[in-house]
């Protein structure tokens, strides 16, 4: 069973940066999708960024401002924000797809709450 545990989050000014990370244990191989989507208020969840056998993607919004990450010796996968935007604002949900499926995970992480005061 893969269990996803999230740490990170909080509250930051526009323009600041931020880390999450995610505790990754179970049966995840290297070709299986780990990521990150988010959810704000009143939205439906949307996928930020992902990473596979080394291939990385980010949605439009975020690209050029995050950074996925993946340390295969820790089990942690993190996602920098950088140049953070007030429309970041969202609880951010670690994933993992064994199905290799991009947008379509499997497991969710709990969650974490980003607010970013304009």
């Known amino acids: 069973q893969v269990q996803l545990v999230q740490s990170g989050g909080g509250l930051v000014q526009a323009g600041g940066s931020l880390r999450l990370s995610c505790a990754v244990s179970?049966?995840?191989?290297?070709?299986?999708?780990l990521g990150w989507f988010r959810q704000a208020p009143g939205k439906e969840r949307e996928f930020v960024s992902g990473l596979m056998s080394g291939a990385t993607r980010y949605s439009d919004s975020v690209k050029g401002r995050f950074t996925i990450e993946r340390d295969n010796a820790k089990n942690m996968i993190y996602l920098q924000m950088n140049s953070l935007k007030p429309e970041d604002t969202a609880v951010y949900f670690c994933t993992a797809s064994t199905g290799a499926d991009w947008y379509r995970p499997d497991y969710w992480g709990q969650g974490t709450q980003v607010t970013v005061s304009s």
């Open positions: 179970g049966p995840i191989l290297v070709h299986h999708v």
